[in-house]
């Protein structure tokens, strides 16, 4: 018990604080659920310990059917620049709900209906907890449960046939469709087939219409600027009349107008993948904006459970599939701090290479994705050539070009080929001129300028408060970077900087990205001068396969060599969290282990999937041409989103 | 040789409907293929290059399959409308360019063929008519599908086109002002006689040149089909050939916009630096340069269009509209002020029509231009709504705080 | 498995329009096929349906490196109205199968499907309670192109392929197209079949216990 809070905690809350241990001096508390929120909004607002940042809420259960599952709060304090975990046990035979933290931080949101969608523990006063991840009439149950069979309660033709036979309104929430307040007015099956779901207001006292009532979620309360302002500056465009479930709002003097609902994807060409929103429209102003996603939900963490620890990585590579390097990065970095292995020097500085191309290769997606969003097309083929020279270079060293499963717990997959620092250093010369040259396609362009600037602002509270990360957290004037500030791999060693921007709008995100690239290549630069000769692999004897000659003629080696890779690497009880700043914002890696080879949670906290959360704060009261560009900016990528 | 009359009149008629429609038809398939190979130029890579020598046969084989799959009429579409649209959109495209004339007059053993399918007296108004027909296609294809991207594309590209077709009016009046005429042959004649209207009427090209881009639809107004907002908006519905109806529509509309700028801008069949192709005896030979001549300017502007396309962002709506009433629309009617209070002055002044007059205007003109430049300069005028908005919300916490 | 569309029969179709007593073909059906071939394979409009990383595959060969636009297939049609070939790149969970066969549906015929990656093909290594096992139990699909994800070049080979079989193809042959549900459960491969087809295989089989 290392963390200070954890002190005062039991000193003002004695009796409701447990003790707790964590890997390497993470402070860990448990707490009583019953003054679980109390407890967590004081450390919030108390001076001496402003734990105002939300990294991740999770669960676990453990495979012991007897210990209590938990409920897992992650909160950092960015003044103070430390971390603790906060823990709820709660027991299988009472009920599983503890009281929502959507009033302290908005971004706890959506992390808390994906806890309820996979778990099934039910927060008390949250505004609109539906499931998330799967549909809103999925029947199979929670799948992260531990009783959860890994694929499923029924047979696949069966799930194929719910899924094909569902309603596809079914995804809706009453909110959207605006008929929340009719609800009781509906008729019998339309009701039946809108699937009221405990705790949504239309469906009557919830659990949480009690407890912690009245304090409903800014974004979710429809207080978007440009609801119900007739005659606002933007109403000037066609005026709509449309097909339409909204309520009317008057236009004009003479004019009944209502407001247009309408799908934007999940097959939409400026959804990034199968992102899906539903946009209420007054004519061309966004007046709210939902969005949908859990259209690529994989089971990625359900699949960790069942595999060993390097079998994760190749999974780690699907996650964020435009920066694979980065991902598996990550995963062994906290399997390795897990299991207490130290790597060598040269691993280091390999792995700090491996995190900047990615980052840069992640980075020109994005422009070039956000350019065809805006309407320049010839931005995006630009990018994605230098993409293909980068794509050469990690194709070579992991003969993959997107999923290169990089690292191994205590090492890398493969040391590099002969002459690649060379060609990489070539490259590194070379690339900044596309920038240059995109900047000044781009940059001295009034179009571009009026499309981003002041568009999608969220101010610094904002972004605090919705626990934005990475670029976007960055754009809005908060001068975090998980490299400055937590430093792993060496990454305070290495001369960057950081840049910030001061509008927090589309623009500055921009301007942030695009500096990063530039960033991202001086550290690579300065990688390639550092780096050591020397053994590639951690000497543990634990994690690393022995030589294959010695495993083909000694046969100890041999045993040994069998046995990690049918049996895998058993990891010390315990857990970590492991932040890395990836392309896209803070990636967490929780890992939980009791002892065995394969975790029993894996959890990733990722970076887009809270991004994206913010965007009806961003995008209500634009017009749809912003929220498209707004949409562009976050980067996000349903992979690590939907998981 | 006097013009031709008669049945040889109906005659010739007939023959030059066939090729003008036919050349253009060809010349819009030809232009798809150019705009993938000019992307394909502009973007480092090689565009359609396996159907044909060199991938000019991609046009013939999108058009038969297009031709050759099943048309989709979705359910609640307003049959009647949705199958109108496309025809509305296709037909004005096509017979606006009745008027423009395209080279110098053949002489024939009938008699002397006027160079355009139709010398109507009343050419420009004719023009202004049929093309602001051409936005009936969009609305009613975007009203008629029963989807809503359909017709928020369609909301957008009526009001799109009729903003900027008093824009493209307005700044048309000025060639007219000019000219003292409306025949489309006396507007050449009268820059065959002076200078080229585009330096005497710079401030005019450029705003006719911006309207006719969000006349045609292309980026960066390609609004009513933005891609990565409305999908393919006024036209999601359509498939097949009706779909194929729209896009020769836009590409159309391309040539004959383009057709319009050289007839009123850049002299139309003249050719510069030389009176010969001017002046009677009309001859076959001048007949073919000066149609060479024409059909060259015509295709630098279409150029024009591909590199703008493959360069430029995408407006957002209430930009557009900005620039449309609050840019161009005064721009263009104060323009027509000063050019009429000039010719008034140099009529008064006793300065003969011709190339001084001319260079007089060009000089009023340039220092007008470089005036509407600067303001047109980043971030002057097209701020939008976002900066407006901001400003909103100041105002409003500005008045909670006086409440509280 | 009932549904009518032959996607796997090879191209000779003389028995099928026998049977069919439509039309037997001639010279000049047969050039007529040829015409019509040419021009359905030389214009391939992708809908691109792009769910993960094979996505990312697919806009690297729809970039200027590989070039999609060679084969006349750069215009990308987002309307599935205008659309020849679906592209399904990337994995389909059960959330998203009802999307693709709207998709699909919303495809006018002449139509035809390349599932890309192993995803997309049989589930790949997501054999979890989340992921449709190969999207042939949705959709009819015509080329399955392998890799996780396939590089540029294999999904070029596939497009390749997939004009190869359009080219045997005949405009006559009217039991090419036909689509019918197998039975009144909503889908198109009876249960038994949709099983079959998903049932794990390789690695995944051993995957069942966590720990």
Known sequence: MTNPSAARLRERFAGSVGAAAGADGEGVVHVDAARAHELLAWLRDDPGERYDYLTDVTAVEYRDRERPLEVVYQLR????????????????????????????????????????????????????LRRLLMWETYSEG????????????????????????????????????????????????????????????????GPGAGGEGGHRVVELALAAPGRGMPGAPEAEGPGSAATAAGPATPAGPDMKTDHMLINIGPQHPATHGVLRLVVELDGEVVVRVIPHIGYLHSGFEKLGEYRHYNQIIPLTDRTDYLSAPANNVAFALAAERLMGIEITERCKVLRVIACELSRIISHLVWAGTTAIDIGAFTVFLWMFQERERAYNLIEEWTGARLTTSLTRVGGMMADLPDGWTDRLREWCRRFPKTLDEVDRMLLRNGIWLGRTQDVGVMTTAEAIAHSLSGPMLRASGVAFDVRKDLPYLDYDTYDFEVPVGEHGDVYDRYLVRMEEMRQSVRILLQALDRLPDGPLNSADPRVILPPKRRAMSDMESMIHHFKQVMEGVPAPAGEVYFPVENPKGELGTYLVSDGTAKPVRWRIRPPSFLNIAALP???????????????????IVMGEIDR | MSPVTGSAFFWTSVVKILIVFGGILSLVAFWTWVERRGAGWIQNRLGPNRVGPEGLLQPAADGLKNFLKEETLPPFADRFVFLLAPVMAFVPALITFAVVPFASPLPTPWGLVSPAIADLPVGFLYILAISSLGVYGVVLAGWSSNNKYSLLGGLRGSAQLISYEVSMGLSAVAVLVLAGNITMNEIVARQQHSVWFVLPLSVAFLTFLIASFAETNRLPFDLPEAEAELIAGYHTEYSAMKFSMFYIAEYSNMVTASALMVTLFFG??????????NTPPWTVLKFVATFAAFWLKVVAFLFAYVWVRWTLPRFRFDQLMDLGWKVLLPVALGYVMVIAVAVWGLGAAGVPFGLGYGLILTAVSAVLLGLLLWGLDRNRVIGGSAARQRARWLADAARQRGAA | MELKRDASSPPSTASTLERAGFVSPNWVTTRLDDLVNWSRANSLWPMAFGTACCAIEFMATAASRFDLARFGMERVAYSPRQADVLICAGRLPFKLAPVIRRVWDQMPQPKWCISMGACASSGGIFDNYAMVQGIDTIVPVDVYVPGCPPRPEGLLYGILLLQKKIKGESVFDPGLRVEQLANDQGLFLEPAAVDELSEPFGNSVHQTRSA
């Open chain 2, 268 to 277: 139309g069949w003249d050719i510069p630096f030389t009176a010969w192709d």
């Open chain 1, 142 to 205: 929670h799948p992260l449960r531990k009783d959860f069979p890994l694929r499923g309660r029924f047979s696949r033709a069966e799930q194929v046939r719910r899924a094909l036979g569902g309603d596809l309104t079914a995804h809706y929430s009453l909110e959207e469709l605006s008929i929340a307040e009719a609800y009781d007015a509906l008729p019998e099956d339309l009701r039946r087939q809108l699937a009221p779901r405990p705790g949504s207001p239309a469906a009557g006292a």
């Open chain 1, 77 to 128: 304090s960015l003044p103070r620049n430390a971390d603790l975990r906060v823990k709820i046990d709660l027991p299988k035979d009472a009920e599983l709900a503890v009281d929502s933290v959507v009033d302290l931080w908005p971004g706890a949101n959506w992390l808390e209906r994906e806890v309820w969608d996979m778990f099934g523990v039910r927060f008390r006063g949250h505004p609109d």
């Open chain 1, 617 to 635: 704060k961003m995008a209500e009261g634009h017009l749809l041409s912003d929220l498209i560009a707004i949409n562009a900016s976050v980067d």
